[in-house]
């Protein structure tokens, strides 16, 4: 059983900031990249921005700047420091990961419930 666990988000004012975590629990051999979606009113779900186990990281456009995802010490959790926060990045957040369970031969995508990030004008 593998869990993604996400916390952080909130309301916030236009120009402010949040901080989201996620971390990975369970029986997991290894833990590859690891993700933040989100999916906004209507709109479908988009990738915000991605990191690999070996940091590498990649941004969508709308974010380049403003967001900073990192892992932590232990890498089974991620980060995502979201700065300068506008309207526009309203949406539900979910934290991803690529992993492979110990009782599995190949990596497949996990998800997390998903947090509510809402940034009011």
């Known amino acids: 059983q593998v869990q993604l666990v996400e916390s952080g988000g909130g309301l916030v004012q236009a120009g402010g900031s949040l901080r989201l975590s996620c971390a990975a629990s369970?029986?997991?051999?290894?833990?590859?990249?690891m993700g933040w979606y989100r999916q906004g009113p209507g709109k479908q779900r988009e990738l915000v921005a991605s990191i690999t186990s070996g940091g590498s990281t990649n941004y969508a456009d709308s974010v380049k700047g403003r967001f900073t995802i990192s892992r932590g010490i232990g890498k089974n959790t991620v980060y995502l420091q979201m700065n300068s926060l506008k309207p526009e990045d309203t949406a539900v957040y979910y934290c991803?990961?690529?992993?492979?369970?110990?009782?599995?031969?190949?990596?497949?995508?996990?998800w997390g419930q998903g947090t509510q990030v809402t940034v009011s004008s």
């Open positions: 991803n990961a690529d992993l492979r369970r110990a009782t599995s031969l190949r990596a497949e995508d996990y």
């Open positions: 369970g029986s997991i051999f290894r833990l590859n990249a």
